[in-house]
């Protein structure tokens, strides 16, 4: 190490890569604790997978011409490994892995952490982000789409958070290739108008022409067929049952015959709970059904439908609405003034704290008013002010910051019968 002379250059985080600072932290909280606690509701259980996957998982899973595996993972080209960029591929290889489907005929999971993707960094959109994704596996019952949806559009009530959900239905191998050739057909009348990227996908990937973000593709695409036009019985079926499901509990819902998701996995049902107050990423949670999924990655026969939330698209929106954090305040701060007063709160500091109390001190020995500056900005509920003289008659000063009413209290001898004298003079929240 080098600290001779000059100013070191500071490092900075990675662009797109963020951290999440106290102040920020407890709205994280909140979104975790929200979902943790509908999750919970709606029987699911945690599963956790680890970052690194192999690259094949991504490729096989999410399919070789999206732009996630063409363009934005990122990989160890010398190990084949790739840091997710979702959490479905890798929850489905552990549900495989450890035959998940064994132990019982349907799973509902979810897990909760980070994923990577090389996009350009913008509001809402980072490299690395957090999703909450739930997945059901072994059910291709359409109450479970319905259920999900309802799930998802739940949390975001509880949270605040105002949204409008998307419908659609991609169909599935039988029906989806006759809907392709429509399509190309359609669009390879209007190819000379489409953007370069739409131009190159429309042959390996047409149906992602519909949900181009370009003006000038979408103008053009605007009297493409609907897919919901193409189904055949059995997903058309399926799609009038979700839709009566939804009905049945209310949630209210729109049809989307753009949305076609950036992954290739989907079958039948898919669905985005969309935001107007985030610009173009508009997206806080999206989903859909996958039934050949687990199949494909080497698993038995096995229908599955999941969604996933963005936890900094969440966040923002919390955020924007100036939501009022709960008060984390401290319960109780112990201002010492001198050493001996020092001496004596460290002691009654812990045994506050080993109560369940939240408590605080100083111990720089700063003057009255900076303890009180200290006390104000950790939201105490209470300071007790301990000078040396008053220490040596037996007193203290109780201040209800709230009030702002004092009273003179007497210390005890034994640090805990104190503590407790104090508990039992102020109405503090025990955590
Ligand atoms: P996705 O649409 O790629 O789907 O992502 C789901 C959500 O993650 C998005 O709606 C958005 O809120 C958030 N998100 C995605 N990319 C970013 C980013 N770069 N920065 C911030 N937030 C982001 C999936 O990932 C599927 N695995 C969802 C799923 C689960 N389908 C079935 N099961």
Same mark, same amino acid.
């Given at each position: 190490m080098n600290f001779s002379g000059g100013i070191a250059v500071k490092i900075k985080a990675l662009n797109g890569f963020k951290d999440i600072i106290p102040g920020e932290v407890e709205l994280w909280l909140k979104v975790e604790q929200t979902a943790r606690n509908i999750f919970n509701r709606f029987n699911f259980s945690e599963i956790r997978m680890p970052i @690194? #996957?192999? *690259?094949d998982l991504f490729s096989r899973s999410i399919g070789e011409a999206t732009d996630i595996v063409e363009k934005e993972m990122y990989t160890f080209v010398d190990k084949q490994i790739t840091m997710r960029p979702e959490a479905t591929a890798s929850l489905l290889r552990a549900y495989i892995q450890h035959g998940l489907y064994v132990q019982k005929p349907i799973q509902r999971l979810f897990t909760i952490g980070p994923m990577f993707r090389h996009e350009r960094p913008q509001k809402g959109r980072l490299r690395q982000f957090h999703q909450m994704d739930v997945e059901v596996l072994g059910s291709a019952n359409p109450r479970v789409d319905t259920e999900l949806m309802a799930m998802g559009a739940m949390l975001l009530e509880e949270l605040g958070i105002d949204v409008s959900l998307e419908l659609n239905s991609l169909g599935c191998p039988e029906c989806r290739p006759g809907f392709r050739k429509t399509l190309l057909t359609f669009i390879d009348d209007r190819r000379d108008e489409l953007c370069d990227d739409c131009k190159r996908r %429309? !042959? %390996?990937?047409? @149906?992602?022409v519909l949900d181009c973000k370009n003006p000038r593709c979408r103008e053009q695409v605007e009297e493409a067929p609907s897919i919901l036009d193409h189904l055949c019985g059995s997903c058309g079926e399926h799609f009038s049952s979700v839709q009566k499901g939804l009905q049945d509990i209310n949630v209210v819902y729109s049809l989307n015959k753009f949305m076609v998701r950036? @992954?290739? =996995? =989907? *079958?039948r049902t898919t669905f985005e709970f969309i935001t107007a107050d985030l610009g173009s990423q508009a997206a806080v949670g999206a989903g859909g059904r996958y039934d050949g999924l687990v199949e494909t990655l080497g698993g038995p026969k096995t229908p599955g439908i999941g969604f996933a939330l963005g936890m900094e698209r969440l966040v923002l929106l919390l955020q924007q609405k100036e939501l009022e954090t709960e008060s984390t305040g401290c319960d109780m701060f112990v201002a010492g003034l001198g050493e001996k007063a020092i001496d004596f709160a460290f002691p009654l500091v812990h045994a506050l704290r080993q109560m369940g109390l939240q408590a605080a001190m100083d111990? #720089?020995?700063?003057s009255l008013k900076s303890q009180m500056k200290q006390a104000n900005k950790l939201q105490s509920g209470y300071v007790l002010i301990v000078g040396e003289s008053e220490l040596e008659q037996g007193q203290a000063v109780l201040r209800n910051? #709230? !009030?702002q009413e004092q009273q003179d209290v007497k210390i005890s001898d034994a640090t805990d019968t104190f503590a407790r004298s104090l508990q039992e003079k102020c109405t503090l929240r025990i955590s």
């Open positions: @690194l #996957e192999k *690259t %429309s !042959t %390996s990937n047409p @149906l992602r950036g @992954l290739d =996995y =989907y *079958t111990h #720089e020995g700063r910051m #709230e !009030t």
